[in-house]
């Protein structure tokens, strides 16, 4: 886990990344200016509060949501101008794993029909080309080739995941979008999944985005982390550094909120007041001011600049 990259080893870049909902009476900013690197065979970690616009994120790689402004490059391209051929091969090429498998998966289609949907819509590959690779890509997230004959409701929640991160890696994707991709998991199956996405992420050497409101869960797959507020990215680290070593005071509270790994454990207790603000009109200056117990005057009037405090560690704060 090291953040020391090369610049070729870098599958996915996001510069200055805008994405707003516009309706009738108003525009949302779901996705306000964020900017991330990921690298070939890593996972990047986005955390953060309900509606703070990491699923948004997800979409707007995936092109599910247009993106307002910015750019999004995978290996060097940028996609926006991705049409045809070019977009499939992109939809090949990124694959997603959504929260709860029952509502991703097509109760109508076997299990084989899941799987090989996209070898069958992107690539050209015979019956026997498609049969031998599901069979192989069963076997390799633990399900038996056999199981292929049945539909999703014959399968447990976690059998029902494994089918829906087979589907994801039948096509040899470069990155795969993790959107809470263990939540929905009883406890006891989700350290299951998690080691087994480990697995395969070292197999085929594929990079995730792993979307999470469990920290330990971010903790224990992703290489650098990146904490969401209100559509804007305030701090990103390599994992590890920022779990030690959390600065900004945002940051900070979801550390608190979260369950101690021992009880024992002291920590920092700060309690957030008052609600999340409006992305359709969010605060001046720094968006968590409001809610800021450390907040200063020029909080409310100035927007942080970011700062690189440490090598890789980067914070948008006026306290640093």
Sequence with gaps: ???????????????????????????VKAVDGISFTLHKGETLGIVG???????????????????????????????????GAQLQEYRTTVQAVFQDPWSSLS?????????????????????????????EVLNQVGLHPEQANNYPHEFSGGQRQRIAVASALVSYPKLIILDEPVSALDVSIRAQVMNLLKDLQEQYNVSYLLIAHNLATVRYMAHQTAVMYLGQIVEYADTEELYENALHPYTKALFSAALPSHPDMIREDIVLQGEVPSPINPPTGCRFHPRCPFAMPQCSEEVPVEKEVSPGHRVSCHLY
């Design 1 to 27: 886990m090291t953040a020391v990259q090369t610049e070729a080893e870098t599958i996915l870049e996001v510069k200055d990344l805008y994405t707003y909902i516009f309706t009738r009476n108003a525009t």
């Design 49 to 83: 509060e309900s509606g703070c616009g990491k699923t948004m994120t997800a979409l707007s790689l995936l092109r599910l949501e247009v993106p307002t402004e910015g750019e999004i490059l995978l290996e060097g391209q940028d996609i926006s101008g991705f049409r």
């Design 107 to 135: 109760p109508r289609m076997r299990v084989r029909d899941i799987v090989a949907e996209p070898l069958i819509v992107n690539r050209n590959v015979t019956t026997s080309e498609k049969n031998e690779r599901v069979a």
